[in-house]
């Protein structure tokens, strides 16, 4: 399918430069409305709070002072108003004082009259008394307005007040309390004119700042998804290149973070397919070779046997012989791709089982006996204590021939193959070790890959996935392996049984590499 088909079929959906740019916006213009909702409706009665709370605690330190009075602050008598001036001096004096700060404010003294006793402004103007603060931050006397009367009419009947007066574009706050006794009201007030302007003003100009603030994120939004999308538009076009059959790729990504990393890994991902990709080339082309080599002989004698042989019958049973080995090498190589197929794909897992290792090495070394005594060799079994595991015994059992099958294809001049069960806490190590040749270093890294052969194997009979299958068996169980190698000296593969859950899919990532080690 062409890559113009494919984004025609694709559903339409903004990229991630969009995405970034509506998320800023979205964000800018969710922070502007949080803004105005707190000026609108949380600023004002937040500061209505605090004056109240203000304006409350003076007006209790000062009907403080009238409760703590030892004598009468004021009478009324039929010849009028009588004051205690020691009593008023000495509030005067804590008023000059600071010690009750009512700077900014009107009080209002009355009593169970409703009338009024003193009066001190020091705001401007004093709606609470209708002035324009003629008093100066001094005492006043009768002081009757109508909203005052309403005031300590209403403080008097409920015990305490709060009301905010609006006159014209003028507001205050009015707070009062009365005595102990209940015989005097106080009444305190302040101006709220300034956070009602303040308010007014942040709600004119929040919509032209939330204007410029948006062009801005935008700009900026678009400067920083074109930054962080070019990286992201670069791993694409490399996977776009690396599925039409361009291995070659690398992308350059001069960064330190999570995409930065993204961009390593991609380049290893590449190095790794490609390399995947000159591996399945090459196992295609030996298995082609393996699989015409033995089909031209099987095909040659046949013929043979069919039109030249005669009555011969020694010559006959040759060829017939070389047809049977030709067709059972045929079927080994088949089974092999098989099995390893079966194996990788995932289509063939782990049946985990209690079982002893040593056990089933005694099992598999007596298979050895015949060929063994055939061609004098010796097979060396240590495995004298027990080492319980648990693991697939079938594919263990496998991977044991697989890497005897390999320690016997390259035996050294005494004949000894070793085979060693090594107990380990929580599992077993399983060593089989040859004194042939060795591997070359160059050769190590690659040794269980597939159809990989050493040089020293050119010419040799064998499958070449017999390690490549035992790789992925012990991947799939999430077993540690690897092979120590000399040449010259010969080589000790290993792999190592531990209680642990093997992964789900055989992954090169979540599974242990081989270990080579050059000796």
């Known amino acids: 399918m062409k890559k113009d088909e494919i984004k025609q079929k694709r559903p339409f959906a903004p990229g991630i430069q969009w995405q970034l740019m509506l998320f800023i916006g979205g964000i800018t213009l969710f922070t502007l409305l949080l803004v105005w909702g707190i000026i609108t409706y949380a600023l004002e009665p937040q500061y209505n709070r605090n004056i109240r709370a203000k304006l409350d605690s003076k007006a209790a330190a000062i009907t403080a002072l009238i409760d703590q009075s030892d004598a009468e602050i004021s009478s009324r008598t039929y010849q009028g108003l009588y004051l205690n001036d020691e009593f008023w001096s000495g509030v005067s004096q804590t008023f000059r004082d600071k010690k009750i700060n009512v700077d900014g404010n009107c009080v209002d003294f009355s009593d169970s009259t409703l009338r009024c006793l003193k009066a001190y402004e020091s705001m401007y103007p004093c709606l609470l008394h209708e002035s324009t603060g003629a008093f100066g931050g001094e005492f006043g006397y009768n002081l009757d307005t109508r909203i005052a009367i309403q ?200 049946n985990l089982v209690d079982f002893d290792m040593s056990d089933l090495c005694f099992e598999v070394a007596g298979r050895y006996d015949a060929l063994c005594d055939k061609n004098h060799w010796q097979l060396d079994l240590q495995a004298n204590e027990p080492c319980p595991v648990s693991a697939d015994p079938a594919m263990m059992e496998r991977v044991m021939h697989n890497l005897l099958g390999n320690a016997f294809h390259h035996i050294g001049a005494d004949g000894v193959v070793v085979l060693r069960a090594i107990p380990q806490e929580k599992g077993c190590r399983i060593e089989i070790e040859d004194h042939g040749p060795g591997i070359p270093p160059e050769d190590l890294p690659y040794i269980f890959d597939r159809y990989y052969r050493a040089r020293q194997d050119s010419g040799r009979t064998g499958t070449g996935l017999g390690l490549s299958i035992t790789k992925a068996i012990l991947q799939q169980h999430g077993f540690a392996f690897g092979v120590d190698s000399a040449v010259g000296r010969g080589s000790t593969f290993w792999f190592e049984i531990r209680d642990i859950v093997p992964p789900e899919q055989p992954e090169e990532d979540e599974t242990p590499d081989a270990e080579v080690r050059q000796l």
Request: proline share 2%; aromatic share 4%.
């Open 151 to 350: 005031l300590r009419q209403k403080l008097f009947q409920d015990g305490s007040l709060y009301q905010i007066v609006k006159i014209g574009s003028s507001m205050q706050m009015c707070v009062g309390r009365l005595s102990a006794d209940g015989q005097y009201g106080v009444i305190v007030s302040a101006s709220l004119a300034q956070i009602t302007t303040a308010a007014e003003v942040l709600r004119a100009i929040l919509g032209p700042v939330a204007l410029i603030l948006l062009v801005l994120d935008l700009l900026l939004a678009i400067l920083f998804s074109r930054w962080f999308t070019n990286p992201i538009r670069k791993l694409s076009n490399g996977a776009q290149e690396i599925a039409s059959g361009n291995y070659d790729v690398q992308i350059k990504v001069e960064r330190h973070d999570e995409i930065g990393r993204l961009a390593e890994d991609f380049n290893h991902m590449a190095a790794e397919v490609k390399r995947s990709a000159q591996l399945e080339k090459d196992i295609l082309a030996n298995v082609s070779h393996d699989l015409r080599t033995p089909l031209t002989l099987i095909k040659g004698y046949a013929e043979t046997v069919r039109d030249l042989t005669g009555s011969d019958d020694a010559k006959r049973t040759e060829q017939c012989n070389i047809i049977v080995d030709e067709t059972n090498r045929l079927s080994t190589l088949v089974n092999s791709v098989m099995e390893l197929s079966k194996v990788q794909s995932g289509a063939e897992r782990p």
